[in-house]
């Protein structure tokens, strides 16, 4: 398809992610960009004199094509089949491998570029003719080659695909169940468990999508890059452009990432590591908890590993206003709070590394939940006032206190910015004014949200059968408030996600509350957690997705088919592999298994079943509670809002209009286990690219930062996998001082500050909440 990327010649301003304006203008203006005369776009078409209308962001000029072929068949059956298979491949490989300790996954971005080939080769071998059922079967027509692979087709493909790209949250918990509680509650109970989480979240992006797709201020950064591939991989031409092409450099990239992917990930690990001062002194306590990068701070700031670059998202995606937020939050809470929280041993974190992920006991090892675990699945409150009570890291309970402001930080800060605009676009009359794409996608038949409804009463029936039927211990009323906290928390969520490529969570209060409700049962919380926490992830997916086409302009209607057609096959099939593993695999989920199918994941979500439903919050936060103080965070989240909202409405065009609070806290969602290093390298590798790059070169920056982007993810994902398959699975690692020098640190051993009062067996009091 023929692309027109209209590039206007005036300096661009950024406010706060919400739009993109020309310099001293406060709106949108006429809505329109522009093509200077005989300007060439990156697919060899030449602009005119004329200014053309096209978005008034400047990312997604550079992305998305500002015209249409309506006639352009997208949901072809040649694409709805290789959707279906690859989306089967998918959800039956990474369901097997999610069981296995380290667990890699086939990515997007690689089943994006496979499904290009398959479908020039479905095109090139398919038979040129039209078919015709007989009368009694309808005489419809059809072809199997209707017209050459084209970009449309591959979108279908794509969202297919990413359906099951990640495995369902809720198989961990089935697992849990299975193994772990010994109350298996059968097949029937998990195909409705996990389609009812699927299929609701699908639902909820229907009817979300109003406010979180068609507004042209929801850009969705990380879905500019999945464009951009497909546009570069079927554009037909890229000539007369003075440089290389995108696919060209594309091409170059990806291998030359994949190439270099060997040194910091096989060949030199200690790259990847970079905690170069825990080196030189090993056994320097204050050294190894600042410097380190496993259970330190991480300051050294630099990494020379892609994949440790972008472990919190690709930075030449993420707009430079949210990397700033995000560079704000962690030097304030982890550079800065976290040390002070350490050294004044504040709840005994001295005892402890100064970051680990793991829940302790008083003896300085990891929490054993098992210990605590009663014989009818509830707590044995004898054995747990005999063993410990739960021990959180400095790094961990900052990341606790900044997810409780976090959960009322986005409901006050989407209310007070985005809600005159989110009630306008409720009773619809928004005064946003339509961008180009918006005005080529209402050529196509919309979904009518009865559609939406219908299947989201389908789908609160499965849930209620399931919770119901098959005794989980969760009333219905519990399921209810589970799918509510969905509902409430998909806006706020979403408008974060598009705005500033950061995927915000709710997994403590989805916790928390459980934990309060239903204290001392570990199953109803867990079984509540996942309907709430799986729930808003699918909506959140299927709402990227429906970005995807709006941008790529595929019918609503084909969208929703193949988004409600993947979404049900990949449950049934990641249903049917956990079922054939647990049938036919000896010794699975046991910690000496040979293929190290062990199950961590699984393992994982007991343990916090264990912490939050069988220990309880109260316990732990409540009054008379270590961590009571914690709570107050809620109310700090609820407040901070207000004065930068305040004085933004008193002074626009501030720059404290850039800050986000909701993102500044968020940046507590991957730490840990990520380290400062992982933070750093990510703000210095975005500083140079959306910031220095994007004002100096933009013309480089608009052709070719999308395409780099995602070169590095595709090289380094698919160097990852083969060092993973033919390395180090057959065990051929080298043993050398650059692949080992790091793991002979404090740091990797995971060493607290603090030894063992002198005396004792244990730090902490000798008693505590029971």
């Not at 507004?215 to 452009?241: C, F, K, Q, R, Y």
């Not at 709070?337 to 990891?366: C, E, G, H, K, M």
């Not at 609160?460 to 799918?483: E, H, Q, R």
Request: charged fraction near 15%.
């Amino acid at each position: 398809m023929p692309r027109l990327t209209r590039r206007s010649s005036m300096p661009m301003t950024e406010f706060s992610g919400d739009m993109t304006v020309p310099d001293g203008k406060t709106t949108w203006g006429d809505g329109v960009g522009g093509a200077l005369k005989g300007s060439t776009d990156s697919d060899g078409v030449t602009g005119t004199e004329d200014w053309e209308e096209d978005s008034p962001y400047a990312e997604v000029r550079a992305s998305v094509s500002n015209i249409d072929d309506p006639e352009m068949p997208a949901m072809t059956l040649r694409a709805y089949l290789l959707g279906m298979i690859l989306c089967m491949i998918c959800a039956a490989g990474n369901t097997f491998l999610s069981f296995r300790n380290p667990s890699p996954q086939f990515p997007l971005l690689i089943v994006q570029i496979i499904a290009y080939p398959l479908g020039k080769f479905l095109a090139w071998s398919l038979p040129l003719r039209d078919y015709r059922l007989p009368p009694w079967l309808g005489g419809f027509g059809f072809s199997l080659n209707p017209c050459p692979f084209n970009v449309k087709e591959h979108t279908v493909i794509v969202m297919m695909a990413t359906v099951a790209i990640l495995p369902a949250y809720g198989l961990f918990s089935i697992t849990s169940l299975d193994l772990f509680y010994k109350t298996p509650l059968g097949l029937g109970f998990n195909f409705t468990y996990i389609l009812a989480t699927q299929m609701t979240g699908l639902t909820i992006a229907g009817i979300a999508r109003r406010f979180v797709v068609w507004p042209a201020s929801m850009l969705w950064p990380g879905v500019l890059v999945t464009t951009t591939i497909l546009n570069t991989l079927h554009a037909e031409s890229d000539i007369g452009t003075g440089g290389m092409s995108r696919q060209r450099f594309f091409l170059v990239m990806s291998v030359a990432a994949f190439l270099y992917y060997f040194l910091p990930g096989y060949l030199f690990t200690a790259l990847s590591y970079f905690s170069y001062a825990t080196w030189m002194a090993p056994r320097n306590h204050v050294v190894n908890q600042l410097m380190g990068v496993r259970t330190g701070m991480g300051m050294g700031i630099l990494s020379f590993d892609w994949a440790q670059i972008a472990w919190v998202g690709s930075p030449l995606a993420a707009p430079w206003w949210a990397q700033v937020n995000i560079g704000i939050g962690f030097l304030l809470f982890y550079w800065l709070i976290t040390p002070l929280l350490y050294y004044s041993n504040t709840w005994y974190t001295r005892y402890l590394p100064i970051s680990a992920i793991q829940p302790a006991d008083r003896f300085q090892n990891v929490y054993e939940v098992e210990r605590v675990l009663g014989t009818d699945n509830k707590l044995n409150v004898t054995a747990y006032a005999a063993y410990s009570q739960v021990y959180l890291t400095a790094a961990f309970n900052v990341t606790y206190m900044l997810a409780f402001a976090l959960t009322t930080s986005l409901i006050v800060y989407t209310a007070l910015v985005h809600g005159p605009r989110l009630w306008r676009i409720m009773w619809k009359m928004s005064t946003e004014p339509e961008d180009i794409h918006m005005k080529l996608m209402k050529k196509y038949r919309e979904v009518p949200d009865w559609w939406y409804a219908s299947i989201f009463g389908a789908c609160l029936a499965m849930g209620v059968v399931s919770v119901n039927v098959f005794k989980t211990g969760l009333p219905v009323w519990g399921y209810f408030v589970a799918i509510g906290m969905a509902w409430t928390y998909i806006v706020p969520v979403a408008i974060i996600f598009a705005m500033s490529n950061l995927e915000p969570t709710f997994n403590l209060i989805a916790e928390l509350i459980p934990g309060y409700a239903f204290p001392g049962q570990p199953i109803p919380g867990m079984v509540f957690k996942t309907f709430a926490v799986q729930t808003l992830a699918e909506a959140l997916y299927f709402t990227r997705d429906m970005k995807l086409g709006h941008y790529m302009k595929i019918p609503p209607r084909s969208m929703f088919i193949c988004q409600m057609t993947a979404c049900s096959l990949s449950c049934l099939v990641q249903v049917g592999v956990k079922e054939w593993m647990f049938n036919t695999i000896p010794d699975l989920c046991q910690p000496d298994q040979r293929a190290q199918l062990i199950c961590q994941n699984a393992y994982t979500s007991f343990t916090a079943s264990i912490i939050w439903g069988l220990i309880g919050p109260a316990r732990l936060f409540s009054k008379g509670g270590i961590y009571n103080p914690q709570l107050w965070m809620m109310l700090v989240g609820a407040i901070v809002p207000f004065p930068f909202w305040l004085y933004c409405r008193r002074y626009p065009q501030s720059i404290v209009r850039h800050i986000n609070p909701s993102i500044v806290f968020a940046v507590c969602l991957s730490i840990p286990p990520a380290s400062g290093i992982n933070i750093a390298s990510f703000l210095v590798v975005g500083f140079v690219f959306q910031f220095w790059i994007r004002r100096y070169y933009f013309a480089w920056w608009a052709r070719y930062n999308y395409v780099l982007s995602a070169s590095l993810d595709i090289g380094t994902v698919a160097g990852l996998l083969v060092i993973f398959l033919c390395l180090r699975l057959p065990k051929a690692d080298l043993n050398w001082w650059g692949n080992t020098v790091y793991e002979k640190t404090m740091d990797w051993q995971g060493e607290a500050r603090d030894s063992l009062p002198e005396g004792k067996t244990y730090f902490g009091p000798d008693t505590w909440k029971n």
